[in-house]
């Protein structure tokens, strides 16, 4: 029994487990394991001047000198603090300081050492031994760090190369080194890397970190197959938007994974820098720019200040309300009626908050009482309103519904606002409120018509402290409630198949936080009456986003998972558009946004009608409520709708 106990202690995995934690060991036995190697330097440097007959310590206190010179090397070493993190973690940097500690013992004695000539007039040990001993002491010192990193490299790191990716890294910077270390050292390893990939292929007889520098010649897919790789990291920050993309759909049209990693900062550490290496996500297929956010006009917009956030529980109020926590406002109120999700933002920015007060509110902006009240107990300065009905099918079979909230919903936010002298009033719009085919568009329209025409009125009956209102409109967002990216996903995850509704339909896409970060700065740069625009980049076919995220996925498309085409749903169009046929769009200081210049209607007869809508809306009877829509909204066409009848 003895016997076994002995074997399981001195096993594999238990010797795996005690180097895995050299690196915790006590300061002291690594001082004591340099402090052996000082010993054996000085005894060799000893011998050696033995053998030729020469005495290396002149003077008789040679108990007091020796003593003195181990103290001296013990100081140094903790000055340069030569002793931490030593095992594991060793590089050029703690040779640096074993260079420096030495270097510093060196000129410390030989001051001595002319000192001591100076007063006693003979030398108290031989310089050149003394040099000698100091080279074979920072040998000593190199090469045994440099041992037990190999062999914990080499025999103690788990690795199991039939489970590691067969990696290659595209860059040759320091960025792709440090990213090629991380990857190396990474417990459990993941990636087994190949080699580098230089685009401007001026190295391709060197090498890095004993790995081969790959001529590019052809195109990338091409390189990783000669060598047998499954993944690509790309670690070039040279590389622009544009050509990491090419580079991307080229891994992707043959299934080859491609891992992304920001670029790296001097102070982080390996274990950082490897878990930042992400697959790629569909959202850096979007070929757009970063944004860049005039961070002070939005500050003194938001700083110190109340602030109300309806749909605060919904994906992109969410992330208004975290953006906005960023610029240090007093309060923010978040106001949802969805009970559970309204939890769930609470419990998170209660970790991010700051200084800001929080104030959860759970009500439906339908509900002018409720509203009010709200407005009369914080008195908000600045209201984001997000709160919609926004899913197409369901407000075309729903058309009161829609009515309910996005007209009635707006206008009493919209008014109160007025009443308690909010000021600035930002409401989040869509691309479907242009040139409407849908119920749903249309009530968006009608909801920018109306605060359109109130932020007019307002001006007229109080100009210096008149809430300016703000409409922003922006097309499908990443990621969002009901959005397709998380369906596809959902669909891929059960093996399928894709549904999509016809194959030639586009959409403009852009992520959750950057629609956020355009509707802070749009809301800071108004001046109240504008319906701004953003860039939403390039077009992107569903049926091409559904292949690029299955083959991302690791499958094939229409082999492993297929795509059915299931015809436009009511109310669909082919494509979107983000101005009127009779709009213009003028410049903004911000490249991104630009202002649509629509007509802009009499407040009167708009209120009157929007009135009557609401009232009709009560009744619930689809047909009316969707006629008396399109005398409001004339550009309103249904398509593929039972309401196309209505159009005739």
Not at 61 to 82: A, M, P, Q, Y
Not at 168 to 178: F, K, L, R
Not at 392 to 400: A, F
Not at 404 to 433: H, P, Q, R, W
Request: aromatic letters at 10%.
């Amino acid at each position: 029994m003895e016997r076994d106990n002995s074997k399981s202690y001195f096993s594999r995995d238990n010797l795996r487990f005690n180097i895995h934690n050299l690196s915790y060991l006590p300061r002291w036995i690594i001082v004591l394991i340099d402090f052996t190697v000082l010993l054996l330097a000085f005894s060799f440097t000893s011998l050696i001047f033995d053998g030729t007959g020469l005495e290396y310590i002149v003077t008789k206190h040679s108990v007091v000198f020796v003593s003195l010179l181990f103290s001296v090397n013990i100081f140094f070493f903790w000055l340069f603090r030569t002793y931490a993190g030593i095992i594991r973690h060793s590089s050029y940097i703690d040779a640096v300081k074993l260079l420096f500690s030495q270097t510093a013992v060196l000129v410390f004695f030989l001051v001595f050492n002319f000192l001591f000539e100076l007063y006693y007039h003979q030398k108290a040990f031989l310089n050149t031994a003394f040099f000698i001993n100091i080279v074979l002491s920072f040998c000593g010192l190199f090469l045994y760090r440099v041992v037990v990193k190999q062999t914990f490299e080499l025999y103690f790191i788990e690795k199991n190369d039939t489970k590691l990716i067969k990696t290659i890294i595209y860059g040759t910077d320091a960025n792709a080194i440090s990213i090629a270390n991380a990857l190396r050292f990474e417990t459990p390893s993941r990636f087994k890397i190949l080699g580098f990939v230089d685009r401007n292929n001026q190295n391709a007889s060197k090498r890095m970190l004993d790995l081969p520098i790959l001529v590019l010649r052809k195109r990338i897919p091409s390189l990783m197959r000669s060598i047998g790789a499954e993944a690509l990291v790309i670690a070039d920050k040279s590389l622009s938007k544009e050509e990491q993309l090419v580079i991307i759909d080229q891994c992707i049209e043959y299934n080859y994974k491609v891992f992304t990693i920001p670029s790296i900062s001097d102070w982080e550490d390996q274990k950082e820098i490897s878990q930042k290496v992400k697959n790629i996500q569909i959202e850096d297929l979007l070929e757009r720019e970063p944004i860049v956010l005039d961070n002070i006009s939005i500050s003194k917009q938001l700083r110190g200040k109340t602030i109300l956030i309806t749909g605060a529980a919904g994906s992109i109020g969410s992330e208004i309300v975290r953006q906005v926590l960023n610029f240090e406002p007093q309060k923010v109120i978040i106001l949802d009626q969805a009970e559970t999700p309204l939890h769930h933002i609470s419990l998170e920015v209660e970790c991010i908050k700051g200084s800001t007060v929080i104030h959860s509110v759970i009500a439906d902006i339908r509900d002018r009482v409720a509203v009010e009240k709200i407005f009369k107990l914080y008195r908000p300065e600045m209201v984001y309103h997000a709160a919609a009905y926004k899913h197409v099918p369901l407000m075309e079979e729903n058309p009161s519904q829609a009515i309910l909230t996005n007209v009635n919903g707006t206008k009493n936010l919209a008014d109160l606002s007025c009443e308690y002298g909010v000021e600035k009033f930002v409401m989040i719009s869509t691309d479907k409120a242009v040139n409407p085919s849908n119920v749903m568009g249309a009530s968006k329209r009608i909801a920018e018509k109306y605060v359109q025409s109130l932020h007019l009125k307002c001006q007229e009956n109080n100009k210096l402290y008149a809430t300016k209102f703000i409409t922003t409109r922006f097309g499908n967002v990443l990621g969002s409630n009901g959005s397709v990216v998380p369906l596809f996903t959902k669909q891929i995850a059960e093996g399928g198949p894709i549904t999509i509704t016809h194959p030639d339909i586009i959409r403009y896409f852009m992520t959750i936080p950057e629609a956020c970060q355009l509707v802070l700065e749009a809301g800071s740069m108004g001046n109240g009456g504008e319906i701004y625009i953003f860039d939403m980049g390039k077009p992107v076919r569903i049926i091409d986003l559904a292949r690029k995220m299955i083959k991302l996925a690791g499958y094939i498309p229409d082999r492993d998972i297929k795509i059915k085409i299931v015809g436009l749903r009511p109310g669909e169009k082919l494509y979107e558009e983000l101005l009127n046929d009779t709009s213009k769009t003028l410049p903004t200081y911000h490249e991104k946004i630009m202002i649509a210049q629509e007509i802009q209607e009499e407040f009167f007869d708009l209120h009157a009608n929007i009135d009557e809508l609401i009232g009709i809306a009560a009744f619930f009877d689809n047909d009316d409520i969707v006629a008396k829509m399109k005398r409001i909204v004339p550009e309103f066409i249904s398509m593929n709708s039972t309401f196309e009848i209505l159009d005739k």
